[in-house]
């Protein structure tokens, strides 16, 4: 829960609505920015995470489910960046060296996010909306364990390649990159909830685009869920900082 310090008052009355949605273990619509990849995802705890939630982010959402992960977490459990690991991995192959992101690849950011991709052990395939909730929920399970200083073993519960995408979290927040990966993150820092949290960008039936920002607005409204925007989001990080 927020903590004493940082009364849930101090935040505009959207935030509000989203962190105590967060909160109840509910979905919210997490806009980035203007000029970024003007993008909406579903967003949701990992811990709260059920069949039918994965099954509603492949139908309504269409994009690719991930789980962001708080940077501090993400190191105490060994989970680099994908492009370290494979910049790593070129010295014994220079042909990935060609492929692995540079500087300057991406159109709207100076990097991605991505970590490894998992499956928890006791999956079978591990696609069926049942496999990915309990890889996602696992993932949010060892987060919080790991942050409780708990001793946990990655490998023990998860393998790699798997079909749940770990992303992770800049450790400066919205404050050194402004993607849905950190600015769900500080979502969950605000709402005091285990920071894994899944993401699942809105996508146009029709075109096969990006869903634009007032028909995933209006998907808002109709179904009752917030919808957030980065601005608000990077304005609400700076008044938490300060309460902590
Ligand atoms: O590309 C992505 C993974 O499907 C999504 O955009 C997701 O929102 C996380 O990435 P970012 O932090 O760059 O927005
Ligand atoms: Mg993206
Ligand atoms: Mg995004």
């Not at 998860?158 to 450790?171: I, M, S, Y």
Request: proline share 2%; charged share 30%; aromatic share 6%.
């Amino acid at each position: 829960m927020v903590s004493n310090a940082d009364s849930i008052e101090n935040y505009s009355k959207n935030i509000q609505k989203a962190i105590k949605a967060l909160q109840r273990g509910e979905m919210i619509l997490l806009f980035d920015l203007e000029g970024r990849e003007a993008e909406t995802d579903f967003t949701i705890a990992a811990n709260a995470v059920t069949p039918e939630d994965v099954r509603w982010m492949r139908k309504d959402a269409g994009g690719l489910i991930c789980v962001a992960l708080d940077s501090e977490a993400s190191e105490k459990l060994g989970l680099p960046f994908m492009a370290d690991i494979i910049r790593e991995a070129n010295q014994c192959s220079t042909a990935l060296n060609k492929i692995v992101e540079k500087g300057g690849d991406l159109k709207y950011d100076s990097r991605s996010s991505f970590s490894i991709w998992v499956n928890h052990r006791d999956t079978r395939t591990g696609i069926p909306d049942n496999d990915r909730a309990l890889t996602i929920n696992k993932l949010g399970e060892i987060v919080e364990k790991t942050l409780n200083g708990e001793d946990v073993h990655f490998g023990t519960e998860f393998r790699t390649p798997g079909h749940v995408a770990t992303l992770r979290a800049a450790k400066g927040l919205v404050h050194e990159r402004m993607g849905q990966t950190e600015l769900s993150i500080v979502l969950a820092k605000i709402a005091g909830i285990t920071p894994a949290m899944v993401v699942c960008e809105m996508l146009d039936d029709e075109t096969g685009r990006a869903l634009e920002k007032g028909d995933a607005k209006q998907y808002g409204k109709d179904n009752d869920l917030v919808f957030v925007e980065g601005e608000e989001v990077i304005e609400a990080y700076d008044i938490w900082l300060k309460s902590q």
